[in-house]
Structure formats: structure tokens, C-alpha cells
């Protein structure tokens, strides 16, 4: 007697197992490269901006001779949504999803974009506020102060002032150089993603 043609269903059965095993196996692996495409438009639109700020840095008499914000040529904290620096809005949009916690406890300002970081320091942002933390940043940090951020690279839900929780931190520095890396600590304040210089 012949065997009919096609699987059985045992066959058919042990195929979607292994399928399905597959795909648990490849879920992971599938996820973490999305993340980290998605991490390397985030820096390759910070580097976007960084080239913008450095034009405007440029027109505007920007030395890097001294640490004292508006003879470094930066733009505006307050005002830098306003000018864009010359670049179309999408160029600030971060590749990662917006989230609600992460914009409410983390270094942001403007929901679902990447924020511009002197607008912690300006001194005219800080005139009238209590938080002192940030009135000698760019004196202390020097080339390591923090001029963009994006805080969206974390998993969903992630609270950014929660000390014990790690973090991505992921920016671009006055000197150019791009910080991604991860670390536990309060990611609202901006010495969170640099250190001091030596």
C-alpha cells in the first residue's frame, strides 16, 4: 500500500515547533539590532546637529579659548526651538519612540525630540531658578559639557531620575565626541553622561 504524499500531522507538528523555537531564539537577536540601528540614526542626527551648531558657533564668534557661554558662540537655551538652527524639525525627531515617563523624569524639552543640553546652562535659562547644579557646569566640564541628548535610546517606562536603574546614556559633547554607554544614576542631571576632564 502506498504512504500518501504531504506531512502527517505529527510531521506537521514537530516543523512548527522548531519553528517556533527558531523564532524564540531569533526574537532577541532581531530586537537588539533594531535597537542599535535605531541608536545609530540617534547619533548620526546628533552629529547632524552637532555640524549645525558649529555654524552657528562660527557666525557667531564661538571660541573655544574659554569656558564662558556666550563666548563660546552657543545658541540661545531658551530660543534654540525657534531658529532650529537652521535645520528642518524632523532633523530633531529622535528615532525612538516618544514615552511619558521618560519626558517627564528625564533631560528633555520638547516631547519626542532630542534636546539641545546648553539650554540646562544658559545663563539666561538659569537667572531666577533655584538649581545651582548647572551654574558651574560648563566651567567645570569644559570640552565635556553636554550639548546634545537623546534620552528615548532607554526601553520604554524608564524613569530617569531612579539612581539604581541603568541606563543608556547616549550624546554628543562640545568637543564633538559621541558618549553611548551605560551606567546607573539620576540621567536628568547632565553630569550623568560625562565626566570631569582631568
Same mark, same amino acid.
Given at each position: 500500500?502506498?504512504?500518501?504524499?504531504?506531512?502527517?500531522?505529527?510531521?506537521?507538528?514537530?516543523?512548527?515547533?522548531?519553528?517556533?523555537?527558531?523564532?524564540?531564539?531569533?526574537?532577541?537577536?532581531?530586537?537588539?539590532?533594531?535597537?542599535?540601528?535605531?541608536?545609530?540614526?540617534?547619533?548620526?542626527?546628533?552629529?547632524?546637529?552637532?555640524?549645525?551648531?558649529?555654524?552657528?558657533?562660527?557666525?557667531?564668534?564661538?571660541?573655544? +579659548?574659554? !569656558? $564662558?557661554?556666550?563666548? %563660546?558662540?552657543?545658541?540661545?537655551?531658551?530660543?534654540?526651538?525657534?531658529? &532650529?538652527?537652521?535645520? /528642518?524639525?524632523?532633523?530633531?525627531?529622535?528615532?525612538?519612540?516618544?514615552?511619558?515617563?521618560?519626558?517627564?523624569?528625564?533631560?528633555?524639552?520638547?516631547?519626542?525630540?532630542?534636546?539641545?543640553?546648553? +539650554?540646562? !546652562? $544658559?545663563?539666561?535659562? %538659569?537667572?531666577?531658578?533655584?538649581?545651582?547644579?548647572?551654574?558651574?557646569? &560648563?566651567?567645570?566640564? /569644559?570640552?565635556?559639557?553636554?550639548?546634545?541628548?537623546?534620552?528615548?535610546?532607554?526601553?520604554?517606562?524608564?524613569?530617569?531620575?531612579?539612581?539604581?536603574?541603568?541606563?543608556?546614556?547616549?550624546?554628543?559633547?562640545?568637543?564633538?565626541?559621541?558618549?553611548?554607554?551605560?551606567?546607573?544614576?539620576?540621567?536628568?542631571?547632565?553630569?550623568?553622561?560625562?565626566?570631569?576632564?582631568?
Amino acid at each position: 500500500m502506498k504512504r500518501p504524499s504531504g506531512f502527517t500531522i505529527v510531521e506537521a507538528m514537530i516543523v512548527l515547533v522548531i519553528i517556533a523555537v527558531v523564532a524564540a531564539i531569533l526574537m532577541p537577536i532581531i530586537s537588539s539590532a533594531k535597537r542599535s540601528a535605531k541608536v545609530s540614526t540617534s547619533i548620526q542626527k546628533m552629529r547632524q546637529l552637532y555640524a549645525a551648531l558649529e555654524v552657528y558657533r562660527l557666525e557667531h564668534d564661538g571660541s573655544d +579659548g574659554t !569656558y $564662558d557661554f556666550y563666548k %563660546l558662540g552657543l545658541a540661545p537655551g531658551r530660543h534654540f526651538q525657534d531658529t &532650529l538652527l537652521g535645520l /528642518r524639525p524632523s532633523a530633531w525627531e529622535s528615532p525612538f519612540p516618544f514615552d511619558k515617563t521618560i519626558f517627564d523624569s528625564g533631560p528633555t524639552t520638547i516631547p519626542g525630540w532630542i534636546t539641545y543640553g546648553p +539650554g540646562f !546652562y $544658559d545663563p539666561m535659562y %538659569l537667572h531666577g531658578h533655584t538649581n545651582i547644579d548647572y551654574h558651574t557646569y &560648563l566651567a567645570t566640564y /569644559r570640552q565635556n559639557a553636554v550639548v546634545f541628548i537623546d534620552p528615548y535610546c532607554n526601553p520604554p517606562g524608564t524613569h530617569m531620575r531612579a539612581p539604581f536603574v541603568s541606563k543608556r546614556a547616549l550624546a554628543i559633547l562640545l568637543s564633538g565626541e559621541v558618549v553611548n554607554r551605560s551606567r546607573t544614576g539620576n540621567a536628568f542631571l547632565l553630569h550623568f553622561y560625562s565626566d570631569v576632564p582631568e
